[in-house]
C-alpha cells in the first residue's frame, strides 16, 4: 500500500514506517482509533499494507517514545490519553496553540481588575510601586477540561478601559493588537517544575501536589519595551514539552 508511486496522503517522499506512523495518528485524530483501544496486531498491519513486521514495528515504537501509544502485556498496544505539546520556542497566545486543531476553547475569568502594584511587581514591570496595574485571571480550558492557570500583569497606563472587556472568549494578545496596537514582538520565558499547591489544585481539578509546569513569560512589544508578564500553571499530565535537538 505505502511502496512505489502511490503512497498515502501525498507522503510518497518519507520513508515507509513514517507513512505508516502518519496512518496510525490518522486513526486516532478520526476517532476510529479511541483512548484506551488496542492498535491491530503488527503482523496484521504488516500484511494489511504489504510491508514487514519490522518497518510496522518502527513506527510503533517512534509513536511509543512519543507518549501516544503504549505496549501494554498481555493487552498488546494501546492508545494513550492525548498529551498537549507546549510550543517552546513558538510565540503563541493560548488561542493561536490550538487553532485550527478542532479544540474548544474557552477560559473562566476569574479575575479582571486594575490593582495596585506591590513593590515586587512594580520591580517585575519595570514600574512604581503602588502604580494601576491590570491583572487578568483566567482558567484556560481545552474542550471544558481545566488544563492552565493564567495571571497576566500589564500596566493599567497602556490599556485604559481594557477591564470591560470580555476575556471569556477573546484573545489577549489580538486585544492589545487591534485595539491597543500593541504587537508582541518577542517574549522571554522561564519554565520550572512544581508541584500544585491547594488553591491551584483545586481550580485545576487535580491533587494537591500533582505534578505541574510553571511558566513566566515576559512579553515585549517593537522597541524592547516590556508590556506583559504572565505567571501561568499547567498541568503535568495533560502538557508535555518536545525539543528537537540536532548536532
Partial sequence: MFEGGGGVGG???QPIYAQIKRW????????ALREGSTLTPEQELADRFGVSRPT???AILELVHEGVLARVRG???????RRLVYPVGRLLSFTEEFAGQGHE???DVLGCTPIAADRKLAERLGGSEGEPVFAL???RRVDAEPVALQHSYIAHRYVPGIEALDFSRASLYRVLAERYGFEIEHADELIRAGIAERSEASRLGIDRGAPIYRIERRS??????????VDSVYRGDFYEIRLRLRH
Fill in 105 to 107: 476553547l474557552t477560559s
Fill in 75 to 81: 493487552r498488546g498496544t494501546t492508545v494513550l490519553p
Fill in 56 to 58: 510496522v514495528r518502527q
Fill in 24 to 31: 496510525i495518528l490518522g486513526q486516532i485524530e478520526s476517532g
Fill in 137 to 139: 485571571t483566567r482558567l
Fill in 11 to 13: 507522503l510518497t517522499r
Fill in 220 to 229: 515585549y512589544v517593537s522597541g524592547g519595551r516590556l508590556i506583559e508578564v
